[in-house]
């Protein structure tokens, strides 16, 4: 943890430098980029516009990494939400695992883009600084080229800088044949072009013998021959120098190329090593799934298993008050198959029992109904006698009663004899209305108002 933390802590102060002095090189280059009065300013304007489409890239692309990593953030607190209020069912095992796995498809797949796209930066940060070395390279050389060793001799300060630069970046043959030319006037000695290319067409043609002498007197008019002798040690110490130059530059590329290829041993050594990592994680990762599976399963059968013996109590308990309830069954029904042999036998001594304690309840019940029906049926007895007496009572009442009647009878006895004529008479009722109406129909009628008799009934 201590290390862990120490590295994040270089880390921060590293970024933190690193970003102070791209905010200096910002402020210088900006000084130079966005100044109106400059001489390069129609330059410069191509180079503004170049960085205004460079910052808008990096907000585009700043903006898209931050919605990704906002959008890992939210799928992780919707984990964590999850997580609060944990079920134990697989639905939500399930679930859970289906979220995780999404999540670390997603940190991967950023993971993975950034890792591409630094790549590509490095890959670019690497060309740029081999153009700038070449850059770099070409000043120098065009510097060293239009210098001469006088003006070089008046100014040293000059010299002692173009001598860092060159002990910095170059070897050691190199800077030695580069001090040789510097010191001695170039490529050419310090002789023009003319007088130089003469002098190798000469000294090739005589292979370098001292017979050429004469010759290149001829030829070199102004030119003494200590100038030529002089001029010809120099060509040979720039020979031997050259070659040791081109030997170093050789030697320097074969090295860069052992050390390219032992990056690339590295490289493919440490991609192997994360591949193996990769594939133990991976490993590790089937393993814990397939611990998971095991586990997953042994909670399935563990429910499996409770639930059957949940559901076995269950009928037990049913069949149990079955038993109970039905208490005219004759055979009790086993409900255990696990039970022992002293359980049936306890069992069926319980239900002999039983049907002892039923029979001698049963027993108990007839006699207490045969009582009740005695009881019964001298009750229902008095009651005949009762109604019977209340018969007989009912019937001498009736009797006396008809006595009483006829008595009655046999006093006042009415005989009347049929006279079918009398059906046309009329009755005394009738007679005695017409008496009472004949004589008063002059009188004025006092009582109450009737209806008019019609003429053809009047003598009726």
Known sequence: MKAERAKKVEFIRTAEKLKAQLANIEKERNGHLYNRKSDFRVEYRLLEELEHSMTVSRKTEKAKILQQLLKIQNSVKRLQQQLKDVKPTPEFVDKIKEMMEEIENAINTFKEEQRQ?????????????????????????????????????????????????LENHLPKEVIEFERFLQRTGGRQGGWDDYDHQNFLKIRTKYRGRLSYMDEALEYLSGRTKEDIEQHDKWYQEFVILHERKKESIKKWKEKQQQEKERNLKEKEKSEKMLKERWLQHEEAQKQKAEERKRKQAAVEVWKKQHVVAFAMDQASQLKLEEKKQQECQSHVKLLLERNTLQKKVKEELEKLENEKREETEKEERKQIAAQEISKFQEHDLHKLELRVLQKHAKETEKQEEEKRLAKFREKVEIRVTRDRSRLN????????????????????????????????????
Do not use: H, M
């Open 117 to 165: 796209i630094y790549q590509q930066l490095l890959k670019e940060e690497k060309a740029a600084i081999n153009e700038l070395s070449l850059f770099e390279r070409k000043v120098e050389l065009w510097v060293l080229g239009s210098s001469t060793a006088e003006k070089v001799l008046k100014l040293p300060s000059a010299r002692v800088t173009v001598d860092k630069t």
């Open 425 to 460: 008479r009329p009755t005394k009722s009738w007679e005695e209305r017409r008496q009472e109406t004949t004589p008063a129909a002059a009188e004025p009628q006092l009582g109450v108002p009737q209806r008019a008799v019609p003429a053809w009934r009047g003598g009726l």
